[in-house]
Structures are given as structure tokens and as C-alpha cells.
């Protein structure tokens, strides 16, 4: 077997000789003189390893140092809303960090629930009491209750809190903080995302963004240069950034703006085209016998879309229409290539109308 180590852009190989001679190596005094040649010429290469691996341990303990020192300096965390969402990240915190504090405000009904499951520690009975100490305010709330929320909560915030969301619109969000917030608190938008297994699930599970993608969005200028932004988010809220690897999905730094369209076009936009999809494949049935075989020849991969379509909750609506203007835009870009596929269609350039190219076959 052989171990390697990279440091400094050197690669330290580590290619050891059968058991009995390491023991003898490590263990006897007069290496040159009982060990065959071979094994003294490997010598310098140990050396070399025990001394890589040194510097790694060393380098780790130094980033561990680094990052506990911020992670430490948060402790009381104030929940707004204790739905699935927010209630999972307490439960994945919690499980990271034992010692966390999670306040929550909410209904009384379901801060029973919360307290109960283990989400929260302490109730809540006002906002200013929230966010007493608080180190970060999550809200974990509809996009219209949050903005509100947070208007309230400005005044309250102690120096240095921090701020995030759970929402899927970000925009918004990100303008109505730049307006309301004080200079002595920030905000971070962020949008956990469990993993497709989990998503549907309502129960709230410290696991439920393990595998996930947990997007967060500090600035407009982030997408611009993603690992600086990242930089900058571990420089001033490495506690923060900490809670979010701790809930096990691959974090990611978005700007606002590039997050909503990021959305628009992966969620919205094929959400909004089932309507229309699902009228012209419904023109197409001339008798009600029509429908059943209009079934059989969708295919499956499209049939959810198309013929399990459901009337979007009050939640997503507000979603949809928080994000217009980037579904508009993707809608736009959908529209000319649509145009485009026609007018190749229409010319007989199948690959073309495909999106085939010139590698198509």
C-alpha cells in the first residue's frame, strides 16, 4: 500500500517495506547496519512522510483553532417559525452543537410541538424577547410574514446579530434587509434545499438537507467572484457558515439576483409551462376515449407534470409572484427558443430542432 500527502505543493509518497522490517526501522537504533539496503533507501521518504503528515496535522488544528473560535462565539440562535424548514435546521444544528440555544417564537400550538421534538429550548412570548441576544434570527416564515418580521425585529437586534431566511426568493428579501436593518446587524439569505429522497416529507428530521444543496446569498456582488464572496462569509460569519455545513448539504454562495433566476428557469419556468402543455395535449382528444390513450402515449417521465398537475399552494404562489420578473425573463428566453425551433423544424433540420448541432446523429 502506499499513502500520499500533499503539502505545499510538493506529494510526499509513502511506500513502507513488509511489517517486520517498519518494526525494525522505527524500532531499532543501527538502521544501516541490520536493515537491508532497500529499506535505508526508503528511510528518507519516511522522514519526509512523518514530517508531511506533521505539518497536515498541524495546518488542521490551526483551521480547526481558526474556525472554533467563530463558532463558539455563537450560541443563542432565535427561530421565527418552526415549520418543517427551520425546525429541521434546529434539529441538525443541535445535533452539530450540543450547547446551542434555539429560541423560538411561533403559535403556541406549535411551539409545544417544537419544544417537545427537541427544536427549541426556550419559548417566546414577543419578538423584542426573541431577539434578546440572539446571535442569529432565522425566519423561517412565508415571504410575506418574513418581511414583515424583519421590519419588526430591526429594532431589537443586538450589535453583531445576524440575520437569515429559509425562503425561496431571495431578491426581495435582500432589499427589504438593505432598508430596514440597522448598521450593527447583517443579513445572509439562505435557501435550504433537502435532497430529492426528502423532499415531499413534512416531518421535520435533523436530516433532511444531508445531501441537499444549501444556497446562501450575502451580497449582490457574490456571484461575481464566488470563492471571494465565500472568503469573506468564513472571514466575518464562520459560526454561520459552520451551521450550514453541519446540516450536511453542499453549500453554495449566490447573489440574489443570480439565485432567483437560477430558480426561475430549474423550478419555475417548467412549472408554468405545464398549463399550457396540458392544454394542447388536451386539444388534441377529439372524443372523451381520446383522453385514456393520450395517457398511454405521454411519456411517463412527463406524466406528473402534465396529467398529475395540482393547483400550487398559497406558499408557492407567493414564491411565483415574488419572482416574476426573473420567470418573466425566463419565460422570455423560452419563447425565442421555441421561435427558434420552429423556424428549424420548418426548414427540416431535425438536429437543429433537437438541439442536436453538428454532433447530433
Excluded: N
Aim: with cysteine; net charge negative; charged share 25%.
Amino acid at each position: 500500500m502506499s499513502l500520499g500527502v500533499l503539502v505545499r505543493g510538493s506529494l510526499f509518497v509513502f511506500r513502507p517495506p513488509p511489517r517486520e522490517k517498519a518494526h525494525r526501522l522505527f524500532s531499532e537504533p543501527s538502521l544501516r547496519e541490520k536493515v537491508k539496503p532497500s529499506s535505508v533507501e526508503w528511510l528518507p521518504y519516511a522522514i519526509r512522510f512523518t514530517q508531511a503528515i506533521r505539518f497536515t496535522q498541524y495546518a488542521t488544528m490551526e483551521h480547526r483553532s481558526h474556525a472554533s473560535a467563530h463558532d463558539d462565539a455563537l450560541q443563542h440562535v432565535t427561530l421565527l417559525g418552526t415549520g418543517t424548514a427551520g425546525a429541521s435546521l434546529a434539529l441538525a444544528w443541535k445535533a452539530a452543537r450540543p450547547e446551542l440555544v434555539v429560541t423560538g417564537l411561533d403559535e403556541p400550538e406549535a411551539l409545544e410541538r417544537a419544544e417537545e421534538h427537541g427544536v427549541i429550548d426556550r419559548k417566546a412570548a414577543s419578538l423584542d424577547a426573541a431577539a434578546a441576544g440572539a446571535d442569529l434570527v432565522v425566519l423561517a416564515e412565508r415571504l410575506p410574514v418574513a418581511l414583515r418580521r424583519l421590519e419588526a425585529l430591526a429594532p431589537h437586534l443586538p450589535d453583531g446579530a445576524l440575520v437569515t431566511d429559509t425562503g425561496a426568493a431571495k431578491q426581495p428579501i435582500a432589499r427589504h434587509a438593505a432598508e430596514v436593518l440597522p448598521e450593527r446587524a447583517s443579513f445572509v439569505g439562505g435557501h435550504p434545499i433537502a435532497s430529492s429522497e426528502r423532499r415531499g416529507e413534512t416531518e421535520p428530521e435533523a436530516t433532511r438537507f444531508d445531501g441537499g444543496t444549501y444556497l446562501l446569498c450575502p451580497s449582490e456582488e457574490a456571484s461575481r467572484e464566488a470563492a471571494l464572496a465565500t472568503r469573506q462569509l468564513r472571514e466575518h460569519h464562520a459560526g454561520f457558515l459552520a451551521l450550514a455545513e453541519a446540516t450536511g448539504a453542499r453549500v453554495q454562495v449566490r447573489s440574489p439576483a443570480h439565485h432567483d433566476r437560477l430558480c426561475a428557469a430549474a423550478r419555475d419556468l417548467p412549472e408554468l409551462l405545464a398549463a399550457p402543455l396540458t392544454d394542447v395535449i388536451s386539444e388534441a382528444a377529439e372524443d372523451a376515449g381520446d383522453h385514456e390513450t393520450l395517457l398511454a402515449l405521454t411519456d411517463p417521465a412527463l406524466r406528473p407534470l402534465v396529467w398529475g398537475r395540482r393547483a400550487p399552494s398559497a406558499e408557492r404562489r407567493e414564491e411565483l409572484v415574488a419572482g416574476e420578473g426573473s420567470l418573466l425573463d425566463a419565460l422570455g428566453r423560452y419563447v425565442r427558443a421555441l421561435q427558434q425551433t420552429r423556424r428549424h423544424l420548418a426548414t427540416g433540420d431535425l438536429d437543429a430542432a433537437l438541439g442536436l448541432g453538428d454532433g447530433g446523429s
